[in-house]
C-alpha cells in the first residue's frame, strides 16, 4: 500500500501562514493535497499538521489530516509520527508548498522502492534553470554519483568551479519517499552537525551512512518560499497547458474525496 503524506504547518520563518494562501482562490495545500490524488498507484493521501486551521481547512474540502504534535522540527519527524496512525508500506511525503506538483512525480519517487528492496529512501530532484538557483540559499541543491545516488546536499552554490566546466547539480524537491518501516529508524538517529548547520534533514541520513536513491524529473518544479511566489505560480497555472490542464482536474467534482 502506498501512502502519501503532506506536511504542513502556519510556522514558517519566511512565510507564515503559507499553506492557506490563496492560490486562485484555493488553500496551496488543497492544491498539493488534490494533485496528490491524481497520481497513478496511490492508495491514500492524508495531511499531517500541529495546526487546527490547516486540519479544518483540509476536512472542509473532504480530505484527510492527521493531528501531529507542533514541536517537529524536521517535516519527516512529522510524517513518521502521521505513519504511527495511517496505513501503508511505502509512504510518499510531499511539501505542502508545491502547488505545481505533477502527479507523476509521485509515481516516480516511489518506483525505485518498488524495483530495489535494499532502497530506503528516494528524494526527487530537478534541473537548475540559472546561476541565480546556484546562489539561491532557499533552493537546496543535490549531486550524484555515478549510480544515480546523492552525494551531498546544500544550500551553498556547489561546486566550487576551479576550472570552467559541466557538473549535473539538481534541485532538491520536496518530494520524496519512504519505507515506512525505515521512519522510525530515521527518526530515531542522532541530529548531525551538518544537517543543523544546513537546515536540510537528508543530511542525517548521509551522515549515518544510508543511501539515498537521487531520481531526476526532466521538468522543473517551483516551490513556493516567499509571497512573491504566488504569483508566479498563478501566472503559470494561467498560462501553462499542462498546469492549466491539471488545475482544471482537481476542480471537477469527486476530486476532492
Not at 551531498?152 to 566550487?160: G, I, Q
Amino acid at each position: 500500500m502506498i501512502t502519501v503524506v503532506i506536511p504542513a504547518r502556519m510556522a514558517s520563518s519566511r512565510y507564515p501562514g503559507k499553506p492557506l494562501a490563496s492560490i486562485l482562490g484555493l488553500p496551496m495545500v488543497e492544491h498539493v493535497r488534490r494533485r496528490s490524488l491524481l497520481a497513478k498507484g496511490i492508495d491514500l493521501v492524508a495531511v499531517a499538521t500541529c495546526d487546527d486551521e490547516i486540519r479544518l481547512a483540509v476536512e472542509s474540502y473532504g480530505g484527510r489530516a492527521v493531528m501531529t504534535r507542533g514541536t517537529h522540527e524536521r517535516c519527516t519527524d512529522r510524517v513518521e509520527e502521521a505513519m504511527q496512525t495511517l496505513p501503508g508500506d511505502i509512504v510518499a511525503m510531499v511539501q505542502g508548498d508545491e502547488p505545481l506538483l505533477n502527479p507523476e512525480a509521485i509515481s516516480q519517487v516511489v518506483q525505485p522502492l518498488l524495483d530495489d528492496a535494499s532502497l530506503d529512501v528516494v528524494n526527487l530532484l530537478s534541473p537548475l534553470e540559472s546561476a541565480d538557483d546556484y546562489a539561491n540559499p532557499n533552493i537546496v541543491k543535490a549531486v550524484r554519483n555515478r549510480k544515480g545516488d546523492v552525494i551531498y546536499l546544500t544550500r551553498a552554490a556547489v561546486p566550487h568551479f576551479r576550472h570552467a566546466g559541466e557538473v549535473p547539480v539538481y534541485r532538491q524537491t520536496g518530494i520524496m519517499a519512504f519505507r515506512a518501516a525505515f521512519l522510525p529508524t530515521f527518526s530515531s538517529m542522532p541530529e548531525t552537525a551538518l544537517e543543523v548547520a544546513e537546515s536540510v534533514d537528508m543530511l542525517r541520513l548521509l551522515e549515518h551512512g544510508v543511501r539515498i536513491r537521487g531520481v531526476v524529473a526532466s521538468y522543473v518544479t517551483i516551490g513556493v518560499d516567499r509571497p512573491g511566489d504566488v504569483e508566479l505560480v498563478e501566472s503559470v497555472l494561467r498560462h501553462d497547458p499542462l498546469q492549466r490542464g491539471l488545475d482544471d482536474r482537481i476542480r471537477t467534482s469527486g476530486i476532492a474525496a
